[in-house]
């Protein structure tokens, strides 16, 4: 091999090397612990609240929102979890013990919110509507939750082309 086949070689891998680190799905994020054992991530975000509510009658489309919202939580966030970072919840709005959350949120119906608090005490909350036209295919309906949560998070998700 002559020096410059060698040189293009090289120059191949370290091409590559620097292009593999823009295909990934996430970017790491630096966080720390608080004084309760939960994480923080550098964002300021120290809890993410992922919160199914809908009433004791439920149709096959808000039980199948429910499930993939949960299931997405489980596939992929079992760490945070653990942590306490990523918390699921399915919320019955017709029981009376659950009148703060579905005042917290202002949820009616059955619905998908996203609540996340921050370290300096803010706490915001969205309604995920999108979601609703993802149960057709609950694997992709999976990947879209898990990449609301990461935005949520603060890591960069990229769009496959």
């Known amino acids: ?16 090397t620097l292009l593999s ?51 997405a939580v489980n596939q992929y966030f079992m760490a945070e979890q653990k942590s306490g970072l990523v918390a699921f919840a399915h919320v019955n709005g017709d029981l009376p013990e659950n009148a703060n959350l579905i005042k917290q949120y202002d949820a009616a119906g059955s619905s998908l919110w996203i609540g996340v608090y921050t ?16 149960t057709g295919d609950m694997e992709k309906c999976r990947e879209y939750i898990k990449g609301v949560i990461d935005e949520k998070m603060g890591r960069l998700v990229l769009t496959p082309q």
């Open 21 to 71: 680190g823009c295909t990934t799905n996430e970017q790491s994020n630096s966080s720390v612990i608080n004084q309760a054992g939960a994480e923080i991530l550098a964002n300021g975000v120290e809890k993410i609240e992922v919160l199914h509510f809908h009433g004791t009658q439920q149709c096959q489309g808000c039980i199948n929102v429910g499930k993939c919202a949960e299931d």
């Open 119 to 134: 370290k300096d005490g803010n706490f915001s909350k969205e309604q995920n509507v999108n979601v609703w036209y993802k």
């Open 1 to 16: 091999m002559s020096r410059r086949d060698l040189a293009l070689v090289v120059f191949c891998v370290l091409l590559l």
